[in-house]
């Protein structure tokens, strides 16, 4: 893993997913390497000669350029973490995403975050001054096999099912977020039992659109032979992708109704760009 320090010319970037008007991301790169990670197909990494997984820079002037960006901009509302992960090992060294959570309370902004890292746990007195509208905190149950391809160095996932449970007690707005819903290993019952404390739970389907879908597939595959020309079908035929869907969808929510929950998915289009909108 190489660690650099980089300075951004740019804090405070325009944001299509609906959680604010503007997003943060304080590092480039990210430690976790998860191979569906849709940043991966983003502009500035495409272009980038370094493997993903292999680097993260550090946006180290993140914080004094908010500053001035927050007086020119006046947002309401921002997101941090849409391109990498906040709450990496490398924000134990450098707390750029713990200093520019001070000044989002500061100056009364609101703020969203998507993450899977139990790192976050060590914000939680900063998180609790009420300007977090939402943490949205990934996790799955795919199994530690298919982890170990999918997620090579994320964290265990026990730790984020506890982190998650920590968050809510001390009253922060947190979802568990079950993502990529992996068709016929997924397990909609075992999912709302792991987080039967957890008033919110959400759930995305995997993104069959991937740039290196067959990739994903292939690992899944290791584990799951029977599944690479299912999931070759479902890329090919409309119908067969949407029949899958459809009947996931239905046993999500019959175990949500068993469980006296409530609870939505969001499955990706075939042929369209990811365009999730968060509840």
């Not at 991966?40 to 980038?48: A, G, P, Q």
């Not at 799955?140 to 007690?169: C, F, T, W």
């Not at 993502?179 to 739970?201: G, T």
Request: glycine letters at 6%.
């Amino acid at each position: 893993m190489i660690i650099s320090e980089i300075t951004a010319q740019r804090v405070l970037n325009p944001t299509s997913i609906d959680l604010g008007e503007f997003v943060i991301n304080p590092y480039k790169g990210c430690e976790f390497n998860c191979v569906y990670c849709y940043a991966r197909f983003t502009k500035s990494v495409i272009n980038d000669p370094r493997r993903w997984g292999e680097y993260v820079d550090a946006r180290i002037n993140s914080p004094e350029l908010l500053e001035k960006e927050l007086l020119k901009k006046k947002p309401v509302r921002v997101l941090l973490g849409s391109t990498t992960e906040c709450f990496q090992p490398a924000e134990r060294q450098y707390r750029l995403t713990g200093r520019i959570l001070d000044m989002l309370n500061r100056n009364g902004i609101y703020y969203s975050i998507l993450t899977r890292s139990p790192l976050i746990q060590e914000y939680t007195s900063v998180l609790a001054q009420g300007l977090c509208e939402r943490i949205y905190f990934t996790v799955n149950n795919y199994g530690n096999d298919v982890k170990r391809l999918l997620e090579p160095a994320s964290p265990a996932v026990y730790r984020r099912l506890e982190v998650i449970l920590h968050l809510q007690d001390n009253g922060i707005p947190v979802t568990g977020y079950y993502s990529p819903v992996l068709p016929y290993i997924f397990n909609a019952r075992e999912a709302l039992s792991e987080l039967k404390d957890i008033k919110n739970i959400e759930f995305e389907g995997l993104n069959f659109n991937l740039g290196n879908i067959q990739e994903v597939i292939k690992s899944v595959g290791s584990f799951f032979p029977g599944l690479c020309d299912t999931y070759a079908l479902m890329r090919k035929d409309l119908r067969v992708y949407n029949q899958v869907w459809e009947e996931i969808k239905s046993s999500i929510t019959e175990a949500a109704r068993e469980a006296g929950r409530e609870t939505s998915i969001f499955v990706h289009g075939l042929d369209a760009y990811f365009q999730n909108k968060y509840r």
